[in-house]
């Protein structure tokens, strides 16, 4: 079984920062790309940040400047540091992982998604 579990939302000022941090766990083979994902009230899913197993990144652009995606191969996690943070980026982050994993003897893959984390910047 695998899964994703992230930490570190919650509520902050306009400017502030918040560091989510999201931890895959099971029978693994490998993880490919990472990334954060973020929904607000009313609006699609969008990508916010992805970097991929060789450490390559991609951003939004209207996060880019203020959030830096990191990744540690080793632990399996994915972070996401949030930076001068505004009221628009009020939303459901949630991690996403596309990874192999054992289902007994034999390797699958798939597109894995966190629960998602609360996050909201008050003016």
């Known amino acids: 079984q695998v899964q994703l579990v992230e930490s570190g939302g919650g509520l902050v000022q306009a400017g502030g920062s918040l560091r989510l941090s999201c931890a895959a766990s099971?029978?693994?083979?490998?993880?490919?790309?990472m990334g954060w994902y973020r929904q607000a009230p009313g609006k699609q899913r969008e990508l916010v940040a992805a970097?991929?197993?060789?450490?390559?990144?991609n951003y939004a652009d209207s996060v880019k400047g203020r959030f830096t995606i990191s990744r540690d191969n080793a632990k399996k996690t994915v972070s996401l540091q949030m930076n001068s943070l505004k009221p628009e980026d009020t939303a459901v982050y949630y991690c996403?992982?596309?990874?192999?994993?054992?289902?007994?003897?034999?390797?699958?893959?798939?597109?894995?998604w966190g629960q998602g984390t609360q996050v909201t910047v008050s003016s």
């Open positions: 996403n992982a596309d990874l192999a994993y054992w289902r007994g003897l034999s390797p699958y893959s798939g597109v894995y």
């Open positions: 099971g029978n693994i083979i490998m993880i490919k790309d």
């Open positions: 970097v991929t197993s060789g450490g390559s990144t």
